[in-house]
């Protein structure tokens, strides 16, 4: 084997250790600032307040015994919690760290493909547990996703057409000056909010509504099951956290005040999940349907013009230059 296939796999091997290490670290923040939101102090007995707790929850989950439904379809109810893991990390490999990984020129593809893929996490494991709450939570969940998702489509293509470019790099060099979000504002919170819905959180959590269907789609998992669902969605706030800091805030992977603000998006989610009482299931579809659609519709056109009218003042720019 070469020696960049060796740095490659060591690379992946980093980066999935890292993931796993801020997933951790992420649900700690979580029940701290939920419990402080709450009056109460969070977890505060495992370690030094509280750091060891979610090392100490991982290890109680995955040495559970796993609860198996009688008349499920096992290796799919099996596998489908395995399939909604990776699938996140294929996600995790686009973004261009710049070392040991791979950085391609259709990344932006890659990611909507992968991004697109996810439902069918969801689907399959709610079908293959075989029960009416698994069943009712999945569909929600995949209308919500499907959804969503045509609205998140036309909001990329806004980005796509401001650089050009398929590229996640080349988010870095068109935001050298000026960052995206001080003259996209509205694209910026249409697309946290189509996050939001993508990564079913609060105040968005149609499929995981436990006031209304008894956990959703993952009522029927335990164990290492639960664990690996609980991991994947928390790994996707994570990157949806660091998809919005590439698209709108700077995209600079190198610096340490980039790390501050995908700390304080995360932040953010968790802040809105204490905050906000969940959506009415119809008022979720139509704010998607009556309102970001067409308003990213319109959006398209007005960056599409916009581009056209920088091109050309550019290009009249430069001739008188050359000239």
């Known amino acids: 084997m070469s020696k960049d296939l060796y740095s490659g796999l060591m690379g992946y091997v980093i980066l999935i250790i890292m993931v796993l290490i801020g997933v951790a670290f992420l649900t700690l923040l979580e029940r701290k600032v939920l419990g402080y939101m709450q009056i109460r102090s969070g977890p505060n007995k495992v370690g030094i307040f509280g750091m060891l707790q979610p090392f100490s929850d991982g ?14 379809n096992y ?7 395995v399939f909604s893991f990776f699938l996140v990390f294929f996600l995790w490999s686009v973004i261009p760290y710049g070392w040991g990984l791979v950085n391609f020129n259709f990344g932006f593809v890659f990611f909507l493909c992968c991004l697109s893929f996810s439902v069918y996490g969801v689907m399959i494991a709610g079908w293959s547990s075989n029960s009416m709450y698994a069943l009712i939570g999945s569909l929600r969940s995949v209308a919500q996703t499907i959804s969503y998702e045509v609205s998140l489509g036309f909001i990329f293509f806004c980005l796509l057409i401001m650089i050009n470019s398929f590229s996640l790099l080349e ?22 909010t189509s996050m939001l819905a993508e990564t079913n959180r609060t105040p968005f959590d149609l499929a995981e509504g436990e006031s209304e269907l008894v956990s959703g789609f993952n009522v029927e998992y335990s164990s290492g099951g639960f664990a690996l669902i609980f991991l994947a969605e928390y790994s996707s706030i994570l990157l ?19 790390l501050i603000l995908l700390g304080l998006i995360s932040f953010l989610f968790i802040w809105l999940r204490g905050t906000l009482p969940r959506y009415r ?7 998607c349907w009556k309102s970001y659609l067409p308003v990213s519709l319109l959006l398209v056109v ?7 009218f920088l091109i050309l003042v550019m290009g009249d720019f430069w001739l008188k230059n050359c000239a």
Do not use: R
């Open 59 to 72: 290890m109680k989950l995955f040495s559970k015994e796993s609860v198996v439904p009688f008349l499920s």
């Open 75 to 81: 290796l799919i109810y099996y596998f489908s919690p």
């Open 171 to 192: 988010f870095k060099l068109y935001q050298f000056y000026v960052w995206f979000i001080c003259y996209m504002y509205p694209l910026f919170l249409m697309m946290f």
């Open 240 to 258: 949806m956290s660091l998809m919005i800091g590439v698209m709108f805030l700077g995209g600079n992977f190198t610096s340490f005040f980039f």
């Open 281 to 287: 299931y119809d008022k979720l579809m139509n704010l």
């Open 302 to 308: 007005f960056y599409f013009n916009l581009k056209l």
